[in-house]
């Protein structure tokens, strides 16, 4: 009973620990876990009280001592006499104490159970989940976005998402490691890459189309001749793109005769192009979101921006007068860390305690204990300050005037 | 061939005798029923009993009702300071026989088969050692020639305990040897109208003879053959043992603790009282029973636990909750266990 209880509570600390640390933990595995503990402990229990285990001979000598058999059993058992008749309602002196015998199972399942539930900080629990790579949410939003607009097959969605699952599968430590950073970089770029052509294929095919279709008698046979190599070149590569285009968009065009285009109606036609448009303009619309392809990574520029910036206030300090001397910190972000010459640690404040963690630092102050330095020393003791009249003095305040009426008759 | 053990009949028959005892004696001696189930106990494992009571609680009319009961010849004698051993062994006397003068040894009142010896603690040392003597051997030697005792022998000694100027307390060696130490209470208000209403003061009450003597050491010896479990006598050892000092939480105060002596009488006592309520066997249940009058004057307390208002009957009791029936590493209960 005491290992199941301090099972428990290890147990309990465990969990809780980890949760605090942000892995998720999940609750089938954790129960499974603690069955098992429970188990291995029983048979541990089992394996230290087997020799405290009796015989048969001493449970008839304690059944007959709860049932006031006379030692009737033992007697019977050597053969000295009867066997006892079994009487009805007999009380063979067991009794579950189920306080006592449940209690160190309640304290174990309980403390599994309320590490598995008690709430951790936010903060603390969603810290590495949520904090991954850029890219990958990215590439989500990208293929999500391509996937509503019927680019893309829900298919061919699935199987971008997949090789990111792979990288997110990794241990969360690794995540932000330089093969998980690089790797998810390259699939990024590649996915850019594969966007980036398909709209531009789908762009170099609407425009044949239109060309084709409506400047078909101005163009010269050359020029003609010149957009349908365009128009196929555009729809041999959309079919080998790796980024594959929705196939009912790829049968449509693939169904198209360019030197016929008189096989299509004119709205058939303008709705096929419409959809090409509008579909070249989300691919479009895409490589000029920050951190596509050719965007240089916009933060990147804003934190050289403030850099620079940063440099430029910096290299002016310390420059003599009465500000010689070293003057104020260089806040720039460089090799080697600011000191600013405090030897102390410093922590951010937060006012905000119910996202405070357990155990976590909320501030540190800079003070001193107040301690009255007022010098005391030592007071004489049983001094008598009074400077009145002594004893006569006290004699009339102490005395009753009952009392001063029957001393005054006494001395009189 | 005697069988090792007393047979069902026996201890039918047994069993039979003693309810006919008991309902006689209980007709002697109104509203002592324990008293006389003890006593009956202690003559049936032929053990000497010391009865502790105030004077006309009918100590003497229980031992005279037993005699008669029984079939057995009494005798009583008055213990004083003066009591001499001779005057309860007997004496040599000088006599002419045959015109020659030899002593002749003249048989005292112990030779009986139930000796109510009154007031016992009130006669010197000298004397109580000379009866004490013939309790433990049975027998009396004078002048260098044994006399052996009739069969059945007992002795009911009786104390006062008030009154104790000028008495000799038994010393400890010697109250070992009574079997039982009873202690005889006063009567409830209904048993005193009782007695009131049948009896009249100087005539004793008619008692039938119930047992012839040798019926009654038939029942001595069938009580003998009692079986006693092996864990009920390893149980009289462990509660014998545990009233050493240090053998027993309970023990603390105890000066000295019971003897072998008294783990023998323990079992005697129990198989006498198995074979009064008929059973083939001694159990706990009569160890618990009889341990307190066995063991009562058999632990003595050393002089602090005296001052702390200490008995031996309740050193006794502790003792009795304390050691379990059978020596087990299992407890019955976790509070046991811690």
New interface residues.
Partial sequence: MPLLVAAGVVGFGVIFVLRSRGMMLDATQAWSWAAGVWVALLIVGWWMAR????SSE?AL??LE?EL?L???L??AL?G??MWPEITEQADDGWRW?WQ?VGGPFAAFFGSVALALWLPVAQDAEAAAPVVEPQAWGQMEHWLEQLQEEQIVTEEEKDEQLEKIAELRDQPTEKWFSHESLNAGDTLKEQLQRDIQRLGQNLTTAERSLNALQNDAEQLSPAAKEQLLKDFDQALADMKSGALELDPEMLKALAGIDPKNMKSLSQAQMKQLRESMKKQAGTCNGLCETPGFLGDGEGEDDKLTEMLGMLKEQGEGAGKGGITRGPGTAPLTLSDEENDFGTNKNEAVSNTDLSRAQVGSMLALQDGKHEVDKTAKGPQAAGAVQNVGQGGEQVWRESLTPEEKAVLKRVFK | MTDAYASDLEIQSASQHVAALRRTLNEVLFGQEELIDLMLCGVIARGHVLLEGLPGLGKTELVKGLSKALSLTTRRVQFTPDLLPGDITGNPVLQEVDGKREFVFQPGPIFTNLLLADEINRASPKTQSALLEAMQERRVTVLGQTHTLPEPFFVLATQNPIELEGTYPLPEAQVDRFLFKLEVLRNSAATLAKIVTHRELGVEPQVASMLTREAFAQMQATARRIFLPEIVADYIARIVDATHPGQSQASQGVRFGASPRAALSLAAASKARALMHGRPNASFEDVQALALPVLNHRVLLDYTARMDGKTSAGIVRAILAEVPVQKLATPRTLKEAA
């Fill in positions: 020799r405290q285990f009796i001493q000598v304690r001592s006031r006379h030692n009737a033992s007697t050597v000295r006499g104490r006592t």
